[in-house]
Structure formats: C-alpha cells, structure tokens
C-alpha cells in the first residue's frame, strides 16, 4: 500500500485538495483549541486547517510523499505541523495526550480496524472528542472514491462496536456531494461520527 499512496501524491496537484473536509471544518470549530491527531493523514490538508486556527497537531502516515505535501502545505500557510511517518502498529504516544483524535476517509483492513479504532481511543483524554468522515459500505455503488474492497468500508454497527467505551456517540449515515481534489468527485456515500470519551 505505501507504493499505491506515494504514487497517488507523487504529483504537483494535491489528490484529495488543499481545503479541510467540511464536515471536519464545521465540528472543529466547535472546540477549544488544544492538542489534535490526525492519524493516516496523507496530504496533510486538515492537520494544516487545525494548526492555522492554533492547534497543536501531530499526524502520521506511511506515505514520505504525502508528509512531504503536508510540509509544503504547513509552511504555505506559516503553521507547524508534527508529521511522522508511522504505521498504525508503529505509533505511540502517552497515554491520555490529546484533545481530539481525527479520522477523516481513514480506511483499512477489517482484520485491524478495530484494533487500531480502539487503540486510538488509548491517547484520547477523558472528556476528547473523536472526529470521523468515512465511506459506508453502500459507497461500493459510488464512483465517487474510496476502497473498492467492501469490506474496508465502514458500517454503522462496525463503528458503534469499535468505538463503544466513549460515553457518548453520536452517529449519521447520509449521502453527500464530494469536491476534494480530482480522487474525491461526485455522490458519496458517508458516515460521520462524533463521539467523546
């Protein structure tokens, strides 16, 4: 996969846009600013919004040619950004150490998502929010983006059992239209998730 993800931001044009999701834009806005992470983080488009309205954001991903994006992006905007490339498996932080947790179209396989979803959980502080955009498994009728393998998209049921240690969640399955970079185009089928420990 990291061959896939380098080859998909090894071009000048960002491949999911420079702009943060909406939905993440919108949720953010309603918190007080303090330390963010953005796991599989790619081009680095929403962990450079967070910092520019005075985040502390660290983020990780496999791909050297999305943190190199995400470095660019930072230093257009004159923000600093914390990016390593890690794995799932790899990153640790201590435990309790982040305001808010996010994961916007963070997709993999089933065997580990809820391994990782709950680890996750792990460097969240009691009382931090969880913020989380994917594609549901009926975007499999879309061409709009997102994993071909049904089974890496996400269910309702999947993310209520992976996530439910929060004391509260709450969850919408809903189609929306996607204009993030050339990848990102068209009708999608999405959930979205705000939850908090």
């Keep these: 996969m990291n061959n896939f993800w380098n080859e998909r931001y090894s071009t000048k044009e960002y491949a999911y846009g420079e702009k943060p999701n909406r939905f993440f834009k ?7 600013q303090g330390s963010i992470l953005f796991p599989a983080e790619g081009e680095g488009r929403n962990a450079v919004y967070a910092a520019t309205l005075g985040w502390q954001v660290k983020a990780f991903d496999t791909s050297t040619e999305g943190r190199e994006k995400a470095l660019q992006l930072a230093e257009k905007h004159k923000v600093k950004i914390d990016y390593r490339i890690e794995s799932y498996e790899q990153i640790s932080f201590r435990p309790e150490s982040f305001d808010c947790i996010v994961l916007i179209f963070a997709h993999m396989p089933a065997a580990i998502r809820q391994k990782n979803h709950q680890q996750l959980l792990e460097f969240l502080k ?20 997102g994993p071909r393998d049904r089974e890496m998209l996400f269910s309702a049921e999947e993310l209520r059992n992976d996530f439910r240690d929060l004391s509260s969640l709450r969850m919408e399955e809903t189609d929306t239209l996607l204009d993030e970079g050339p990848f990102h185009q068209g009708l999608a089928s999405v959930i979205r998730l705000i939850g908090r420990k």
């Design 126 to 145: 009691p009382g931090g929010t969880i913020i989380l955009e994917g594609f549901s498994k009926e975007q499999i009728n879309h061409k709009s983006g």
């Design 26 to 32: 919108e949720e953010i806005s309603k918190l007080k």
